[in-house]
Structure formats: structure tokens, C-alpha cells
């Protein structure tokens, strides 16, 4: 809580506060779009479901030495972190399954892990290889 060590934090942070605080409302909007589209979409893809309780951690709340503001915020950001890693899991699934092929080489981008598994980026024989001739079905 780095926040408790700095100097004249209250009237620094105060405007800040609505919008950590409202925030929670597109995100609750926004996760249960996801967790519509993952639980249609998944299934129907025959992708497995990923299991929401594994990125999602509410327990510093708990914490009898803590004011309920920092409790709010607790939850908040144990919420907040954790739907967002699993909405990465999803949309990496997501891409996995519709385009598995790597991003151009950049010095400025950063790959995420499961692109490891992806065919390299311009290469026309890994990409046949790997997709064209396994091809089933009239769609793409």
C-alpha cells in the first residue's frame, strides 16, 4: 500500500477516486458480455470452458486491520485484476483457435506467451502445413 507513504495523499488522490471507484460499472457490463460469449461460443467451438475461479482471488477483505475503504478497494482490485487476466485467457483461446499465426517481428511489441505456438508470421508453407492441408468443411 504504497499510497499510505506518500505526503498530502488526500487531496492528490481524491480526484482520482470516482473514477477507480465508478469503474467497476463498465466492468461489470463488460464481464458479463465475455462470460456470455465464452459460455455460448466455447462450447460450440469445442473449446474447453476456463474456470473463472482460478483468476479470481476476493480475500484481502478479511483483514480485520484494514478501514473499509481499503477494504472496498481490496475487492475492487482483486475483481478487477483478476477478470482481466481471465478475459486474456479467453480472448488467447479466442485467437488460438482463429488465427494462430504470430504478429511481424517488432522491437516495440511484446508477444504474449501462447503465440509461441503460433505458425511464424509470413511463412506461407508453416501456415499450409499447418492449416490449409487439415482443412474440413466449406466456411473459411
Known sequence: MKYM?????F???MPAMPFITLAVIP???LDIWIELYHRIAFPLYRIPIIKRKEYIKIDRHKLPYLSWLQK???VFCGYANGIVKYWVEIFAETEAFWCGIKHENSDTFKDQEHHAEFVPFGDKEAYEEEYVSKKHGFLF
Open 5 to 9: 507513504t506518500r505526503k498530502n495523499r
Open 11 to 13: 487531496l492528490r488522490h
Open 27 to 29: 466492468i461489470i457490463i
Open 72 to 74: 472496498y478497494y481490496c
